[in-house]
């Protein structure tokens, strides 16, 4: 049972273009959605999180969408660089720091010069 | 330098050996993680802890153990057991406590390739 479904699984975007990458929840307990930036070969590391309280969160370039009352959340890459090219996973998890986290199944994103 | 180690970065067994992967935190963080990572599968949890003499099995448990002796430390051995286990090995930690803020951040290690010859 996959409960945090990841889409696309790749993506080609143009120097100057907006990546969009969705994910979808079925556990409405689910309180805290990180993406995670990995870079072949190294560790994912936070990229920005949200929490259901707010519908938007921004930092710098990076932007997560949040609809709650339909379970999905997506990251927003404006004016996406070629150093934006990874692997990009979305998360969630419920209650505290106690609970696992659920990742998506990741997307490949590739920013064309 | 706070941050978590694994090692070694790339480990090659041959089929019927038992393997340990390392993974230690400076972190001075409370749980600690297994995931393994295969093309197109996302990262799927193995084993995790919360606490000291205390682990948990994940999602894809089967054919690997851990330990936690120590709060640092959360080896991982791949057992014979394990019929595939070529994969990237993704140690991490995370502090535990009431949801706010960095609190929930998990940190990643730069991961162990294990191949099987």
């Known amino acids: 049972q996959q409960q945090v479904k990841q889409s696309p699984q790749s993506l080609i975007v143009q120097k100057g273009g907006i990546s969009i990458i969705n994910c979808a929840y079925e556990?409405?307990?689910?309180?805290?959605f990180p993406w995670y930036q990995q870079f072949p070969g190294k560790g994912p590391a936070l990229l920005i999180a949200i929490r259901p309280d707010v519908s938007e969160k921004k930092e710098g370039r990076f932007t997560i969408s949040f609809n709650k009352s339909a379970k999905q959340f997506s990251l927003h890459i404006m004016d996406s660089q070629p150093g934006d090219s990874a692997t990009y996973f979305c998360?969630?998890?419920?209650?505290?720091?106690?609970?696992?986290?659920?990742f998506g199944k990741g997307t490949m994103l590739l920013v064309s010069p | 330098d706070g941050g978590i180690t694994q090692s070694p970065k790339y480990l090659f067994r041959k089929e019927g050996q038992n393997v340990t992967l390392s993974c230690e935190q400076n972190?001075?963080?409370?749980?600690m993680y297994w995931y393994r990572q295969d093309p197109g599968q996302g990262l799927r949890l193995i084993y995790y802890s919360q606490i000291v003499n205390d682990f948990q099995k994940g999602d894809i448990a089967e054919g690997y153990s851990v330990s936690r002796e120590k709060k640092e430390s959360f080896p991982l051995t791949v057992t014979s057991a394990q019929k595939n286990p070529t994969a990237f090995y993704l140690c991490?930690?995370?502090?535990?406590?009431?949801?706010?803020?960095?609190?929930?951040?998990?940190?990643f290690g730069p991961g162990t390739r294990l191949t099987v010859l």
């Open positions: 998360a969630a998890s419920k209650g505290s720091g106690y609970s696992t986290l659920t």
């Open positions: 556990n409405t307990a689910f309180d805290y």
């Open positions: 991490a930690s995370r502090s535990l406590g009431p949801a706010s803020g960095a609190n929930n951040e998990q940190f």
């Open positions: 972190l001075n963080h409370d749980a």
